[in-house]
């Protein structure tokens, strides 16, 4: 999915705070925490920007569906290991203490069975006591069909132009994204097209609730699309 844009996905992203939002899950895994250990699992790690940060405090690894995402997470933090695998199918054989899916990359499952998939996957790589943190994608309520969005990067030797309309589909949401990327090399023109599950709230915390956990949800989160933060209980 990110073939050509993988090695722009920092520069894409650069209004994020990372070193705030690793602060934020810190805070609470100290406080929700109840397992022992100190393993923490990134699904959908990305280029591992967040585990740069977390490595200060827990023993981690990475998973991700994208070799060329995990090519820059693997150069980011030397000595962690990570995984190219699905987040509905991946199977480690063994379990973490701590297991985070951040900046709505559980969206890309796209369906409600393959969100309950995902997230029974992932309870069952946790540990008793074991805190699972999933920050969601837009939910229905909020996904604004038609609305033009643009997104910009000025660099020196880096300029990009991002546009697209986001619509929705067959109930998914359709992101196709128009790119304008310029570099000394030249400039060069091409789309990416991303589809999004649009999951309700209600639908995460049924499934947290089936499969024994203890889930909080802050309307907030990190970055203003929520935060759900579930303890799995023990037995």
Known sequence: MFTKTAKFYD????????????ETLHALITEHQGSAGNSLLDVACG???????????????????????????????????????????????????????LF?????????EKLQQALRNMIRHLEPGGVLIVEPWITPDNFQDGRLHSLFVDEPELKIARMNISRIEEGLAILDFHFMVGTPAGIDFFTERHEMGLFSREEFMSEFEANSMEVMYDPEGLMRRGLYTAVKKAG
């Not at 060329?68 to 030397?78: F, K, T």
């Not at 709505?104 to 409600?112: L, Q, S």
């Open 47 to 101: 280029t591992g920007k967040h585990l740069s940060l977390l490595r200060q405090h827990y023993d981690v690894e990475g998973l991700d569906l994208d070799e060329n995402l995990l090519a820059i997470a693997r150069e980011r933090n030397p000595g962690v290991t990570f995984y190219h695998a699905d987040m509905l199918t991946f199977e480690l054989g063994r379990r973490f203490d701590i297991i985070t899916c």
């Open 11 to 22: 520069a894409i992203y650069s209004f994020k705070d990372y070193a705030t939002e690793a």
């Open 104 to 112: 709505g990359a559980v969206g890309y499952v796209k369906t409600p």
